[in-house]
């Protein structure tokens, strides 16, 4: 037993030693740049550009006292400006999100999958929506809408929900909740996860500030902001205002209720901005 473990240990160091072990430094530097792209073929180079687009994103139009930006919003992916090939495979799927005639600064958005986040002025969603490009509202299939006057007042819903049906191929409407600062420059909007438990499954009886119903953020979020801890009062005026939704929509046959969800918003500065 033992002469057969000790000729197993001689095996293993033959073995270990003639291993190829690569000095350090020999390694090759990584590519800056990839000079024989060109020479791919078209199908491949075409693939390589699309699979280089982001994903979903939440494109923030702040409402002041007119549609505006802070600061000038950036492209939404470097193809637009690598090569007239790239750009072309990036504007198959972005298109501006203000009409052409609009004074507004050039934004782009994916309607099939991109977030449309319309700041606190819930009131003036008609106004904002009147500078969208047609071709964009017809396609646009999720809009975010943060605004806390829904829940302190939720019987105004039915007199701004009207105008969703504009959208020709909505599907989602989230709430947004506790509203930030549209003022704030050199942050966007993030949203995130606002209760564990749908809605839907909460029990009969709940508490404030219950930790299973809500996130650990959603509870912090929501603490002393006009009662949006108590389970009870987000749950009431959430029913109204989804009511409002499916009213709009219920006049339509043609058109399907889009589904109506909550969600919790915090700004993330951006790299290099500082907060105010």
């Not at 704030?184 to 995130?192: I, P, Q, T």
């Not at 219920?250 to 993330?268: C, E, F, I, Y």
Request: hydrophobic content about 35%; charged content about 25%; some cysteine.
């Amino acid at each position: 037993m033992r002469s057969g473990s000790r000729r197993r240990t001689v095996r293993f160091r033959e073995m270990y030693s003639r291993r190829r072990i690569i000095p350090p430094g020999s390694c090759p530097k990584q590519l800056s740049t990839l000079s024989r792209f060109s020479t791919l073929p078209f199908e491949l180079r075409i693939k390589i550009w699309q699979a280089s687009l982001p994903g979903t994103r939440v494109v923030e139009t702040r409402f002041v006292n007119m549609p505006c930006h802070f600061p000038v919003p950036s492209l939404p992916t470097p193809l637009l400006q690598v090569s007239q090939e790239a750009r072309e495979v990036a504007l198959r799927r972005y298109r501006p999100l203000y009409r052409l005639s609009s004074t507004l600064p050039l934004i782009y958005i994916d309607p099939n999958i991109d977030i449309l986040f319309i700041n606190e002025h819930v009131q003036q969603l008609d106004s904002v929506l009147s500078e969208i490009d047609v071709d964009v509202l017809q396609c646009l299939c999720h809009i975010a809408l943060e605004s806390m006057m829904l829940f302190v007042f939720p019987n105004i819903a039915s007199k701004f929900f009207p105008c969703l049906l504009r959208l020709g191929s909505l599907e989602r409407v989230t709430i947004v909740v506790p509203p930030t600062d549209p003022t704030e420059e050199g942050s966007r909007a993030v949203l995130f996860e606002l209760l564990k438990v749908p809605m839907k499954q909460w029990p009969d009886l709940v508490q404030r500030q219950d930790k299973h119903l809500y996130t650990r953020r959603g509870l912090k979020h929501c603490k002393d902001k006009g009662r949006l801890d108590d389970p009870d009062f987000l749950r009431a005026r959430f029913k109204i205002i989804g009511y409002a939704v499916g009213e709009r929509f219920s006049a339509h046959p043609d058109r399907k209720p889009p589904q109506v969800d909550l969600k919790g918003v915090r700004r993330r500065y951006n790299v290099g901005s500082r907060r105010r």
